[in-house]
């Protein structure tokens, strides 16, 4: 089946998003999704699991998520709707797909959306003085203010969210800003002690905090870990029915943010292990939620760690604002499709805003957000976040020769690495995502065609 064959009917009462979204504006969405909880929260995750070849683990990821990328964009051009790799699947390789492919994106990126939430809220109450050191990260950071801090973020997301994307395109654009300037704080202020003591904190490369984890066990884990960091760039593909000449927009939207995402996350990395070493790194993620920020404190630079406690606190705010953007977007296409109730199809009177999905959206990732358990969700989004783009690939290597823009290799070695990457993540994790695809399955199954038959 290539992407010339029937499509299944989808429903169009409820009308297309408005095209309002350029160049700069999906760029700026692809950098919001990627550079946040990626760099303040997984590079530390990554280096406990890896040692100082977290940054080859890094630059592994976004090799894996360039592949990816090249695909979405591909089929985001040929078929610029709402959905990304959920309409991808339906189109290109069936029901089944599809809807595998939705189910496994709104479970990844809630998990990873909550994980922002938590991160934001454990930056935060640091700054104040008021976190502990077991903090938000490592499974034990249930207190009630990390907790509700993250809830109030979550509502004032999701109440941006509704008043309209150009607002929360240019909300973005300023978090992005902030952003990036904290982290070029962090990388000046840390060079000095990087130069002075890098030579010896490189090696030995390949040496996991962990014991019983092996080198090679631990490396392409946090290869996964950090593949992760990298997939807000499917962020454009999903908001594709609101960009101006898709075909030519999306490809280069997606690889202008990973490139430079990539860049910015090896050059993080290489300064925070050679400043600290890859342990110092872990420690830091571990003790308190707020690495980069402990890190800063080590470096003679006054403000520096402020300021880079202010670029994480933001970066979380972007991370939500584009998820909260992306997640929804899924949700309508869903609606439209009836895998989920038609109710979440619905947009507002501009035609700007899928009201009901934005709204359940947030009551899905504020639930996440209740477990606060950091180091689970975020192992968990990997899983899920691989099992979707494997489906990306797989649709791009359906494309017909007039549909394609790049080589089928390309596909190809995105689809083995993602496979091959999923089972790499803890046991116990890629045993849940499994079994939560089962459900996912089940409901498609059983429970579809009776609403299906209530509505007709």
């Known amino acids: 089946m290539t992407g010339t064959s029937e499509l299944p009917s989808q429903k169009t009462d409820s009308g297309k998003l408005t095209q309002q979204v350029g160049l700069p504006g999906a760029t ?14 997984s590079i530390g995750i990554a280096a406990d699991v890896t040692g100082p070849s977290v940054i080859l683990a890094i630059a592994v990821a976004g090799l894996v998520a360039t592949c990816n990328g090249l695909s979405s964009a591909q089929l985001a051009a040929c078929h610029p709707v709402s959905g990304g790799t959920y309409e991808y699947g339906y189109r290109w390789l069936g029901p089944r797909w599809g809807f595998t492919a939705g189910w496994m994106f709104l479970c990844a990126k809630s998990a990873s959306a909550a994980t922002a939430a938590l991160g934001l809220s454990g930056y935060l109450l640091h700054a104040l003085g008021q976190a ?7 499974g034990q950071g249930r207190g009630s203010e990390i907790i509700l801090v993250a809830l109030a973020a979550i509502v004032l997301v999701t109440l941006l969210v509704l008043s309209g994307i150009r607002r929360s395109s240019n909300s973005n654009i300023v978090i992005v800003s902030i952003t990036l300037i904290s982290l070029g704080a962090f990388v000046v202020a840390g060079l000095p002690m990087a130069i002075e003591q890098g030579s010896s904190q490189l090696f030995p490369m390949f040496a996991p ?11 392409l884990r946090a290869c996964a870990l950090m593949f992760v960091a990298f997939t807000g760039y499917g962020r454009i593909a999903t908001m594709a029915e609101e960009v101006h000449h898709p075909r030519q927009t999306i490809p280069r939207a997606i690889l202008t943010t990973l490139f430079v995402s990539a860049a910015i996350y090896i050059t993080v990395g290489a300064i925070a292990v050679m400043s600290v070493g890859s342990s110092g790194f872990a420690s830091a993620q571990n003790a308190r939620a707020a690495p980069l920020e402990i890190i800063a404190r080590q ?14 606190i933001t970066a979380m705010l972007g991370v ?7 997640l929804s977007r899924v949700v309508l296409a869903m609606g439209r499709r009836r895998d989920i109730p038609s109710l979440f199809a619905k947009l507002d009177a501009q035609s700007t805003t899928p009201y009901p999905a934005v709204i359940i959206t947030g009551l899905f990732i504020g639930g996440l957000a209740m477990i606060g358990d950091v180091k689970t969700t975020w192992s968990f989004s990997a899983f899920t976040v691989l099992v979707y783009y494997a489906i990306t690939n797989l649709a791009a290597i359906r494309l017909s020769g007039d549909e394609r823009l790049y080589p089928p290799i390309i596909a190809w070695i995105g689809l083995a690495s993602c496979l091959f990457l999923a089972f790499w993540v803890e046991t116990e994790i890629w045993i849940a995502g499994l079994s939560l ?10 429970a579809i065609s009776k609403l299906a038959g209530s509505e007709s």
Do not use: H, R
Not at 30 to 39: A, D, F, M, Q
Not at 320 to 326: A, D, F, P, W
Not at 437 to 444: D, E, I, N, Y
């Open 28 to 41: 700026m969405m692809g950098l919001g999704s990627i550079i946040g909880t990626g760099v303040f929260v």
């Open 132 to 138: 502990s050191n077991d903090a938000v990260l490592g």
């Open 209 to 219: 905090s962990d014991s019983a984890t092996g080198p090679i066990e631990g490396f």
């Open 299 to 312: 470096y003679d630079v006054p403000a520096v760690a402020t300021i880079v406690a202010v670029g994480a």
């Open 320 to 326: 939500l604002v584009n998820l909260v953007l992306g």
């Open 437 to 446: 695809l089962v459900l996912g399955w089940m409901w498609q199954t059983f």
